[in-house]
């Protein structure tokens, strides 16, 4: 875990925030994140709707690599932005704004 957190799959689990707090994971998050099949639940969430799924060319948590698979799933559109994980700074948020906005437009 980044920024000094502490993983601890079997207790309890520590996560600095941005805001200064400190969010405790309890074991249960781990062992049902574990258990999902994201790949499937995608598959069957795009033959329902449209799926659009938005990365920050700079995210330090999800590797541009690791999409590769939901590219090839049918009423899927993969979205690079300049960006971190979270969007912090002001103009990138601007553009993931923008860019949500225009998904919407029908």
């Known amino acids: 875990m980044s920024r000094g957190g502490t993983v601890d799959e079997e207790g309890i689990s520590f996560s600095p925030r941005s805001s200064g707090k400190i969010e405790k994971i309890g074991s249960g998050y781990w062992k049902t994140l574990r258990n999902i ?16 799924m938005i990365r920050g060319s700079e995210d330090e948590f999800i590797p541009k690599s690791s999409v590769e698979d939901y590219k090839k799933i049918e009423n899927f559109e993969f979205i690079e932005i300049h960006g971190s994980h979270t969007f912090k700074l002001i103009e990138d948020r601007k553009t993931l704004l923008e860019k949500i ?6």
């Open 101 to 106: 906005k225009e998904i919407f437009e029908v």
């Open 37 to 52: 099949n994201i790949m499937n639940l995608m598959e069957k969430f795009s033959e329902k709707a449209k799926i659009a």
